[in-house]
């Protein structure tokens, strides 16, 4: 067995399309986010800051500040998206934005965090960016 098919790490740091399906259907709506994944450096800077300045404060974080850290650390693996609409006009992008979008929906932001954490989405089979 060749030993490179278990790198993860190149494919994480490409970055890698999950495709979003609609809530209810199920449906492909055309629409994508771009994620850099665990094994990614971008994913170790941001973790090693947060980590870094939670042990500065020197106590625990209330839920919210856990909710923003963890919307912080979603946007920082977001490399990018496609076919976000809102309002009928394109949602662009830039970290601030993608840090508002998993604040004010919790469903994308569990589908990122699911497919930022499982490995298997960043071998060969996943559609890299």
């Keep these: 067995m060749e030993i490179g098919r278990f790198d993860s790490v190149k494919r994480a740091e490409a970055g890698v399309e999950l495709v979003l399906l609609d809530p209810v259907t199920k449906a492909d709506t055309g629409a994508a986010l771009v994620l850099f994944g665990m094994d990614s450096g971008v994913y170790k800077a941001a973790r090693a800051e ?5 042990k ?5 974080l209330s839920p919210e ?3 923003e850290q963890s919307a912080e650390l979603l946007a920082r693996c977001t490399k990018g998206w496609r076919g976000l609409m ?3 006009k394109e949602f662009p992008f830039s970290q601030a934005k993608a840090k508002e979008l ?3 929906y919790p469903e994308l932001a569990d589908r990122a965090a699911g497919f930022i954490f499982n490995r298997a989405n960043f071998f060969g089979n996943a559609s890299a960016a």
């Design 102 to 104: 998993y604040l004010a």
């Design 86 to 88: 809102e309002n009928g």
């Design 56 to 60: 500065a404060l020197g106590r625990a």
């Design 50 to 54: 947060q980590d870094a300045r939670n």
């Design 65 to 67: 500040e856990v909710r």
